[in-house]
């Protein structure tokens, strides 16, 4: 398929409706311009490396604020499934949202993510989104990677953009990789994910599968 328009010509055959993004391309730092920034390293997302991460490095350490903005091809309208692989520690939250905005910075969607919320109330006025994959039970409770998902209606094609925010987590915050497909059925934890096509954030520079 080849996505015309405003934006000049992207061959997207090379990439389909099933594509990786590597979080980390986010890069460190926040956008959010009520929080110090890079100046506070303990408000801002950082780039870590790990052997168990997609590309050998995730996207984390966020105590508030909101990452910077990964721009991710939607091909045509329609609903598409958006799996997020991130750190899971069980007996905590990571409690971090995914942003999407279209190409006019308008928001889109927002969805909680392995999520507790702050209030203290008998039943949280924000509750999850989305329950991550349990840590099989007699495992140590220490981050490890797990799959969630989440399903976002795009009304037209576009050069979308997608971001993470976080808020008082009581669990390690570290997002590793997205996979956006139009296939509702499609599942990573079914399939060899990491062989995906990636745009690595850059929907212009079409990665071929390893």
Excluded: C
Excluded at 77 to 99: C, D, N, P, Q
Excluded at 117 to 134: M, V
């Amino acid at each position: 398929m080849i996505l015309t328009g405003m934006y000049g010509l992207t061959t997207f055959a090379a990439l389909g409706t099933t594509y990786r993004v590597e979080a980390e391309s986010a890069g460190e730092g926040t956008s959010d311009p009520h929080l110090p920034g890079d100046a506070a390293p303990t408000l801002t997302w950082k780039i870590e490396k790990s052997p168990d991460a997609s590309g050998g490095a995730f996207i984390g350490d966020a105590l508030r604020g909101e990452s910077h903005e990964i721009p991710i091809q939607i091909p045509k309208a329609g609903t598409y499934r958006v799996w997020i692989r991130h750190l899971k520690t069980e007996g905590k939250f990571s409690s971090f949202s995914i942003i999407f905005r279209d190409d006019i910075d308008e928001a889109i969607d927002a969805k909680h993510i392995d999520w507790k919320s702050p209030l203290h109330t008998s039943k949280p006025y924000l509750d999850a989104d989305i329950t991550a994959t349990p840590i099989p039970a007699g495992v140590a409770p220490k981050p490890a990677f797990a799959w969630s998902s989440v399903e976002v209606t795009f009304e037209r094609p576009m050069i979308a953009n997608v971001a993470f925010g976080g808020i008082w987590a009581s669990g390690k915050v570290g997002i590793d990789a997205l996979v956006i497909t139009n296939d509702l059925s499609y599942d990573p934890e079914k399939s060899d994910w990491q062989k995906l096509p990636t745009t690595d954030g850059d929907v212009q520079k079409l990665s071929p599968p390893p």
